[in-house]
């Protein structure tokens, strides 16, 4: 893993979220996307060479509605970016973590995704993520 690329925040609503964190962070938000098969919309913050990821879910029923549910807004995930996304995957199979998903997948800001489950990652989930080229 090369460094954290971002960091993922589950907020209820962007109106409210990205003014307060374009405040606390003193910079204006980069870039929102829809990510339509995570049911969610994104917003982007630079932070030196990381970055802060709102998440804001499009389905009630989605999974960071329900995460907002159970847990509250706050700290959803940590993304750490690799260099080859299926020789990581494979790496940490073997290792004895639990991946989320068989393949990675398209997510938000160009990249190709894919989550450990925080059981395998003392409660932490995991994102790993590579630049598509």
Not at 11 to 16: D, H, L, S, Y
Not at 69 to 88: L, M, R, S, T
Not at 89 to 114: S, Y
């Amino acid at each position: 893993m090369q460094k954290v690329e971002h960091i993922g925040i589950a907020v209820k609503n962007f109106a409210e979220a990205i003014p307060l964190y374009e405040q606390l962070l003193q910079t204006n938000c980069y870039k929102t996307e829809a990510v339509q098969t995570e049911n969610v919309n994104t917003a982007f913050f630079k932070v030196g060479d990381s970055k802060i990821e709102l998440l804001e879910s499009t389905d009630a029923e989605g999974t960071i509605a329900r995460f907002i549910e159970k847990k509250g807004e706050g700290i959803h995930h940590i993304a750490f970016e690799v260099n080859n996304i299926y020789a990581e995957m494979e790496r940490l199979k073997a290792a004895g973590f639990v991946l989320l998903n068989e393949q990675p997948k398209k997510g938000a800001d160009n990249k190709l995704i894919c989550f450990i489950h925080p059981k395998s990652t003392n409660g932490v989930l995991i994102e790993i993520c590579q630049e598509i080229i």
